[in-house]
T-cell receptor, first 111, second 113 residues
């Protein structure tokens, strides 16, 4: 079946790196995504990675994909208070277009 | 290029009333998706539509819920005879033809009293 899991909370100090982890079960996933949701707001697409890649970097964001272990991570360098939000991992399941979501990791950045 | 637009942003309905949620995709996007976010839960896929066609409605409750994406105008998610359990945030997303990224609107927060 399709399932995506994330740890629920992460707390870091401002200026440190944050690493948010995610595991998924669908080996036929083509794309994996990271979205950011601030309180009361919609979902902002941060970045994505194609399943045949193992790393993607975009400014302060680095995505690592271990396809063998079905493990995805998002590293945020130099974390700022404005990065405080819920981060969702999602996979594009199989041949259809529906996104399967984790429950989200709430990132708290302490000054 | 305006983003995905949803209205209303907040909707309050009494039990038994109908709720209509609207979504205008980004310009040039022909694929629309609806997701529901229940309190303390993750997002769940509901339905995927293209213009005038429902492509995948595997996440839609069997009764009271319907969706459309007409040739002209926004996509509509309709919930008839709402119940308290329908209280949630409903998000719409769109993607361009041939594209995989889904861009989300701000959501409609439905409260059923």
């Amino acid at each position: 079946g399709e399932d995506v899991e994330q740890s629920l909370f992460l707390s870091v100090r401002e200026g440190d790196s944050s690493v948010i982890n995610c595991t998924y079960t669908d080996s036929s996933s083509t794309y994996l995504y990271w979205y950011k949701q601030e309180p009361g707001a919609g979902l902002q697409l941060l970045t994505y990675i194609f399943s045949n890649m193992d790393m993607k970097q975009d400014q302060r964001l680095t995505v690592l994909l271990n396809k063998k272990d079905k493990h995805l991570s998002l590293r945020i360098a130099d974390t700022q208070t404005g990065d405080s939000a819920i981060y969702f991992c999602a996979e594009l399941a199989g041949n259809n277009r529906k996104l399967i979501w984790g429950l989200g990791t709430s990132l708290a950045v302490n000054p | 290029n305006a983003g995905v637009m949803q209205n209303p942003r907040h909707l309050v309905r009494r039990r038994g009333q109908e709720a209509r949620l609207r979504c205008s995709p980004m310009k040039g996007h022909s694929h629309v998706y609806w997701y529901r976010q229940l309190p303390e839960e993750g997002l769940k896929f509901m339905v995927y539509l293209q213009k005038e066609n429902i492509i995948d409605e595997s996440g839609m409750p069997k009764e009271r819920f319907s969706a459309e994406f007409p040739k002209e105008g926004p996509s509509i998610l309709r919930i008839q005879q709402v119940v308290r359990g329908d209280s949630a945030a409903y998000f719409c997303a769109s993607s361009p033809p041939g594209g995989h990224e889904q861009y989300f609107g701000p959501g409609t927060r439905l409260t059923v009293t």
